[in-house]
């Protein structure tokens, strides 16, 4: 018997190893994690996951508190399934497939999760895709006509609820996954098959808190928001008590949403409206005499618009209230709020064309003329602005609404790349990206004749052209807009003035802007980017993301997502006086007036001279108290608050996907009997053995 234990010991003491063969090569297995490695495979990609409002939930989420586990199958339209699957889903079939789900309950109940596949070329296959609704946000709309379909191809998906867990692949794990449905297809009647592992368990379907006020107050889910950023040129003396300048105010938002989380790019709707107001602010820090402008000019990007308008609507209350956050801002002197909307696709046969989205006012008509002006300075390079079909209900979803929720007899302009629907096809969608982009200078070097094969090619599928959005035309509404500013500030009347043609948009940095804030490579770790912060992410998304702590108009770093941190920096940088007077950061930079641009990259930072200014973004019906949220009641006063659905997301643990084979039960089932069978023989046998040699023995 000792001899026995001594064996086992040495036995499970001995390094366990294993070695696989394959393509001539040898893998050893020395540790728990190499085995597990080999036997389950981490799959990349993007989750879609619950959010939560005061009515309800949207999104995705495994039904329960376990992981889900289904074997995987490519979809087919036409076939049932005969047991809980993992489907592989092909971009052509999203839209037909979650509309089945929601007419077919019985195919419905044996969907386990869904895995999307990911594809180079799909933009240019498929006519468009938007899981947004017909008409965005209707219910913020300062117009009666709802029905209108401003996103005609809509179809409203990523506004349902789904019990079951959904992942956007990456492309490597597309071409995997295929393969891998493949093999099960092929291998139906065998013991073995392929399952994906899902892991999306969402603490609001754990707890049972389904709806934003108990989430928030059984803390599990946090409110969707951010930090919206402003900046004004020249910068505002807060010490002098003549502030009355009126406000010329414009406005672009740098959140985008979709169906996955991690993957909302929105490269048209709405980073091309982002980029041309950097690119137009970057125009106007070279224009001399801006301090002599009779109007000031303030800059303001939102985050939080796709969800309910949080920052255009958490900055008016901001102003009510005269907050630290908008300092040397009176709403009072607001004379025009410019917004600055989709204009990626501003580019059609070789000309940018854009249209002015209006709510009528002397203002208005004033800005309106002032484009004109504009436009006529840039007629050399084939830029013109039209005004919007007057058949339009009103001004396109935009964060002009909440402005005129408030106040109805407010003077706005959105300037869009479209008159009467979105020109961008893939709105709110992961496909909102910057494609291979066609590039300024490729548009005004090539030759027509270079252009013409390169369009025949491309058509015949030679090659791989995606122009979803147009540098050109970002750099040309960028020119307009700085042009337009610079006109309504100065009171200058004269398109041929040499001031105004010599502001000149740069179109090198709206390339890098394109490369930095729509693309893996570089991403946020680009030159431009890395000159102001040390990003978090390499890769961007905008989605809006939670509200870290409690909102303040001096945030920590680690409160503010990559994206806001750059763009405070950027304005601060291209809205400083006097230009080339920096100084090392101390305790004195803001009292002086001062904010500190570059502190994260050398730990010093730069002492510059700027008002620009962080405002949170976060649901009005929402208040901070001894460190829980809390959801205050509708206030009449507030129109756009009794309508605000209190946007949340579901906390969790940990989200993953992983594939890995197993063996069928019944196979299992007839091995644990083999196994029970051979252990009874064998123990008959040694009896009989045992006995027979007992016997021969005493005969002996």
Not at 256 to 272: C, N, V, Y
Request: charged share 15%; net charge negative.
């Amino acid at each position: 018997m000792a001899l026995k234990i001594v064996f086992l010991i040495l036995l499970f003491s001995f390094r366990f190893r294993l070695s696989l063969s394959g393509n001539g090569q040898t893998t050893s297995m020395e540790s728990v994690p190499d085995l597990q490695k080999s036997m389950y495979m981490v799959v990349d990609g993007y989750p879609c996951v619950r959010l939560v409002n005061l009515s309800g939930e949207i999104g995705c989420s495994n039904p329960g508190r376990d992981k889900v586990v289904a074997p995987i199958i490519k979809y087919k339209n036409n076939k049932e399934l005969g047991q809980p699957s993992a489907i592989l889903l092909s971009m052509d079939d999203v839209q037909g497939f979650f509309l089945r789900i929601s007419n077919d309950s019985s195919f419905d109940s044996n969907v386990a999760g869904v895995l999307v596949e990911s594809r180079v070329e799909i933009q240019h296959k498929l006519k468009g895709f938007s899981p947004a609704r017909k008409f965005p946000q209707a219910e913020f709309a300062p117009y009666h006509n709802t029905n209108y379909e401003w996103n005609p191809i809509g179809s409203g998906i990523m506004w349902k609820s789904y019990n079951f867990p959904v992942f956007l692949l990456s492309e490597s794990s597309t071409s995997t996954l295929q393969e891998i449905a493949m093999k099960n297809e092929k291998t139906e009647q065998a013991y073995t098959t392929n399952v994906a592992e899902f892991d999306v368990v969402m603490q609001t379907t754990k707890v049972g808190t389904h709806e934003s006020e108990s989430c928030l107050k059984e803390e599990t889910c946090l409110p969707l928001g951010g930090y919206s950023v402003w900046s004004a040129v020249p910068p505002i003396n807060n010490s002098s008590s003549n502030q009355s300048k009126p406000i010329i105010l414009t406005v672009a938002s740098m959140d985008a949403a979709s169906f996955f989380r991690d993957k909302s790019l929105g490269a048209d709707s709405p980073l091309s409206g982002v980029i041309s107001l950097l690119a137009a602010v970057d125009a106007l820090s070279h224009v001399d005499g801006l301090d002599n402008l009779n109007k000031q000019l303030v800059f303001l990007v939102f985050t939080g618009e796709a969800w309910g308008y949080l920052g255009s609507r958490r900055f008016l209350v901001e102003l009510d209230q005269q907050s630290d956050a908008v300092r040397g801002l009176n709403s009072s002197l607001i004379q025009l709020v410019m917004e600055i909307g989709s204009t990626g696709k501003g580019f059609s046969q070789g000309n940018k064309t854009f249209f002015a989205h209006t709510q009528v006012s002397s203002d208005t008509n004033e800005a309106l003329d002032a484009l004109k002006l504009a436009q006529e300075s840039l007629k050399s390079e084939g830029v013109t602005v039209s005004n919007a079909s007057s058949s339009n209900p009103g001004i396109p979803p935009s964060s002009l609404m909440a402005f005129l929720r408030k106040n109805s007899s407010t003077s706005g302009i959105v300037l869009e790349d479209f008159d009467t629907v979105f020109a961008n096809k893939f709105y709110h969608s992961h496909l909102d990206d910057s494609g291979e982009f066609i590039s300024f200078l490729f548009v005004f070097l090539c030759s027509s004749f270079f252009i013409m094969l390169l369009k025949l090619a491309n058509t015949l599928g030679i090659i791989y052209v995606a122009a979803n959005i147009n540098s050109s035309a970002i750099v040309a509404a960028a020119s307009l807009v700085a042009r337009t500013l610079y006109v309504l500030a100065s009171d200058k009347k004269d398109s041929t003035s040499s001031a105004l043609s010599s502001i000149n948009v740069n179109a090198s940095l709206v390339e890098e802007l394109i490369s930095c804030l729509l693309d893996c490579d570089p991403g946020l770790s680009c030159e431009l980017v890395s000159s102001y912060i040390i990003s978090v992410d390499t890769c961007p998304s905008h989605y809006v993301g939670v509200v870290l702590g409690e909102p303040s108009s001096t945030p920590s770093p680690n409160q503010v997502d990559d994206i806001s941190r750059f763009v405070w920096n950027f304005l601060a940088d291209r809205t400083s006086t006097p230009k080339g007077t920096t100084t090392v950061c101390s305790k004195d930079c803001s009292n002086n007036g001062g904010v500190c641009i570059r502190a994260e990259t050398d730990g010093k930072g730069i002492c510059v001279n700027s008002t620009t200014r962080y405002v949170p973004a976060y649901s009005t019906r929402l208040k901070l108290d001894s460190g829980t949220w809390k959801v205050l009641p509708p206030n009449s006063s507030d129109p756009m608050g009794m309508l605000d659905p209190v946007w949340t997301e579901s906390n969790w643990n940990t989200i993953g996907l992983r594939v890995y084979t197993v063996q069928e039960a019944a196979y299992d089932r007839v091995v644990l009997l083999g196994g029970i069978s051979v252990t009874v023989l064998a123990y008959l046998a040694i009896v009989l053995i045992r006995a027979y040699i007992t016997k021969a023995l005493k005969q002996d």
